[in-house]
């Protein structure tokens, strides 16, 4: 399965992006995806994830009431609308894909070992 995560950009703080994770993949419509950041010599760590079915959206503290994440399964896309952005949001943003039959929970989708499939990251500056 390949990613492919886009809309990264250079914004002041306070603004607003988008960032996109889309996929060719036929049965994208099966796949929990997360979005994760991380900043050089950092771990990467866990931004938001939606459930399969869109259903359920999970957030790191750090970002909820400022993030949404979204996905629209017939244009194989997931979403990450970004408001009111901070200095400190910035890093570089990869989504990733994990399709399961098995019953998950939210810390299970808060995990990166959990993810079998990464995008390649795209960059977000907040200036302050």
């Known amino acids: 399965v390949q990613l492919q995560a886009s809309g990264g950009g250079l914004v002041q703080a306070g603004g607003s992006l988008r960032l996109s994770c889309a996929s060719s993949?036929?049965?994208?419509?099966?796949?929990?995806i997360g979005w994760f950041r991380q900043a050089q010599g950092k771990e990467r760590e866990f931004v938001a994830a939606?459930?399969?079915?869109?259903?359920?959206?999970y957030y790191a503290e750090s970002v909820k009431g400022r993030l949404t994440i979204s996905r629209d399964n017939a244009k194989k896309a997931v979403y990450l609308q970004m408001n009111s952005l901070k200095p400190e949001d910035t890093d570089i943003y990869y989504c990733?894909?994990?399709?399961?039959?098995?019953?998950?929970?939210?810390?299970?989708?808060?995990?990166?070992?959990?993810?079998?499939?990464w995008g390649q990251g795209t960059q977000v500056t907040v200036s302050s």
């Open positions: 993949e036929q049965t994208f419509s099966n796949y929990h």
């Open positions: 990733a894909a994990k399709s399961t039959i098995l019953t998950i929970t939210p810390e299970t989708l808060r995990q990166r070992a959990f993810y079998s499939y």
């Open positions: 939606i459930t399969w079915h869109g259903n359920s959206q």
